[in-house]
T-cell receptor
């Protein structure tokens, strides 16, 4: 069974902390994506990567960075967490043809 | 540019009612079109897709037809069940931009 696995289902962090969200896929996909999901706003793309060490900004990259040192792993970093980054974060992967996006189960992050 | 507009919810239906969720898109090229479903507390999973004009995607009693002339991909089901209660997302993929574009989601509740 193909899988995208996010390291945590729930996280609670304090304002100003550095936060790491990890995502691993086992499908040898070139593309990986990070979205945040908020009520009424749908999915908004934060960053994506089409190859190791390559990254592209999405629609809302401010306050975030990413790392892709290995093909199977894509990390989202909140350099200094703020309360307005409280959200559901979804990781996804796909092949180069974008034939389908496979999603992880999501990480619900609360910043207090 | 690329975008997806879908019917706003929430939608509440009685069991065995007919379901339509409208979706229209704007695309610069020849996108593939998708419907994803998100059950409570989970990530998104593919429900159905269509890759070219006039294709019909179908799965679990749901159907959608890729209509290039009306730039639409409406989701339909003839008889909904309580277990269909979820959030439904329309999406397109664009290989030029190397990413997926999602609508804001439509919440469906089916009552017995």
């Amino acid at each position: 069974d193909v899988k995208v696995t996010q390291s945590s289902r729930y996280l609670v962090k304090r304002t100003g902390e550095k936060v790491f969200l990890e995502c691993v896929q086992d499908m040898d996909h070139e593309n990986m994506f990070w979205y945040r999901q908020d009520p009424g706003l749908g999915l908004r793309l934060i960053y994506f990567s089409y190859d190791v060490k390559m990254k592209e900004k999405g629609d809302i990259p401010e306050g975030y960075s990413v790392s892709r040192e290995k093909k199977e792993r894509f990390s989202l970093i909140l350099e200094s967490a703020s309360t307005n980054q409280t959200s559901m974060y979804l990781c996804a992967s796909s092949d180069l043809a974008l034939s389908e996006a496979f999603f992880g189960q999501g990480t619900r992050l609360t910043v207090v | 540019g690329n975008s997806v507009t879908q019917m706003e919810g929430p939608v509440t239906l009685s069991e065995e009612a007919f379901l339509t969720i409208n979706c229209t898109y704007t695309a610069t090229g020849y996108p593939s079109l998708f419907w994803y479903v998100q059950y409570p507390g989970e990530g998104l999973q593919l429900l159905l897709k269509a890759t070219k004009a006039d294709d019909k995607g179908s799965n679990k009693g749901f159907e959608a037809t890729y209509r290039k002339e009306t730039t639409s991909f409406h989701l339909e089901k003839g008889s909904v069940q309580v277990s269909d209660s979820a959030v439904y997302f329309c999406a397109l993929s664009d290989r030029t931009g190397n990413q997926f574009y999602f609508g804001t989601g439509t919440s469906l509740t089916v009552i017995p």
